[in-house]
């Protein structure tokens, strides 16, 4: 997913975030990583071509700083599978300071107002090496514990369902509780110096399909573009946005790429579009 369209009469006021800015990029947990989509990471934690890799299980956060150490499980060697700590950047201590948070996929997420959602992973700026925002799905069954529209908990029924974007320095402590039965796992409480309100006008994740849909509406309108729409393609993941195809000239393959930036939600674009007659 990357960030989702809200119609201008919706109750959702939330902010839709677009632009180049910095080169976002989502982790979930439980994702694969590869080398290639983690940059900043210090050359001492490569030890081989594409490394390192593995299952995303975990990341401890410094919220003060946005420093980031990502726990991965990797299961190369036959029968053992190792589980690493990696620094997201050469900027920051190697190994996760005494102030870092233990952030959890399934984490449930509590503001001053009370429980709203899920944590699902964090967005990762691959020029820096920070942590900028946590991925929180917002819970569906808001209006369980709405009395009436005065009702704090009420400003998230504008969001209900949805992911959204929150500051990592709104993160303030985590604290692990016993499993609802002895045989399951503790879980972990993340708490945010934060009101529902805040939250609900946070960045609100769009669908990769309504992304792509974008782009082509906005190519199909664009004359310089329009005639050569059968020779162009475009798919997204996560906000990432890749073109290919081929054009007749570098200024139509730029003002390709512009038209994709001018779509709200995009984090980043890898254009692969050729240039050929």
């Known amino acids: 997913m990357a960030l989702r369209h809200l119609e201008e009469d919706s109750l959702n006021s939330a902010r839709i975030i677009g632009g180049e800015g910095p080169a976002r990029r989502i982790f979930r947990f439980g994702q694969k990583l590869t080398g290639e989509q983690v940059p ?8 081989g071509p594409g490394t390192p890799s593995g299952r995303l299980l975990a990341i401890r956060l410094r919220p003060t700083t946005g420093d980031g150490w990502l ?15 990696i620094p997201l950047s050469e900027t920051q201590p190697p190994a996760p300071t005494p102030d870092s948070l233990e952030l959890r996929g399934g984490a449930s997420v509590r503001c001053h107002d009370g429980y709203i959602g899920r944590l699902h992973g964090v967005t990762y700026d691959a020029r820096s090496g920070s942590v900028l925002d946590l991925l929180v799905r917002v819970r569906g069954n ?14 998230l029924l504008a969001v209900s369902g949805q992911e959204v974007l929150l500051a990592p320095a709104w993160a303030i402590s985590t604290t692990h509780m016993p499993g609802p039965l002895p045989f399951l796992p503790d879980t972990i409480v993340l708490l945010l110096q934060a009101s529902a309100e805040q939250v609900a006008s946070a960045a609100v994740v769009r669908g990769d399909g309504q992304l792509v849909h974008d782009i082509w509406r906005n190519w199909n309108e664009n004359p310089a573009i329009a005639p050569y729409a059968g020779r162009l393609d475009v798919s997204a993941h996560d906000g990432t946005v890749t073109l290919r195809g081929f054009l007749p000239s570098p200024r139509q393959r730029a003002t390709a790429e512009l038209d994709a930036w001018h779509v709200p939600g995009i984090l980043a674009i890898q254009n692969q579009i050729e240039v050929r007659r």
């Open 40 to 47: 900043t990471v210090p050359a001492r934690f490569r030890s």
């Open 71 to 85: 726990r991965l499980r990797s299961s190369k060697m036959p029968g053992r599978r190792l589980i690493r700590t």
């Open 142 to 155: 808001v209006l369980a514990d709405v009395s009436n529209s005065r009702d704090p908990l009420a400003a």
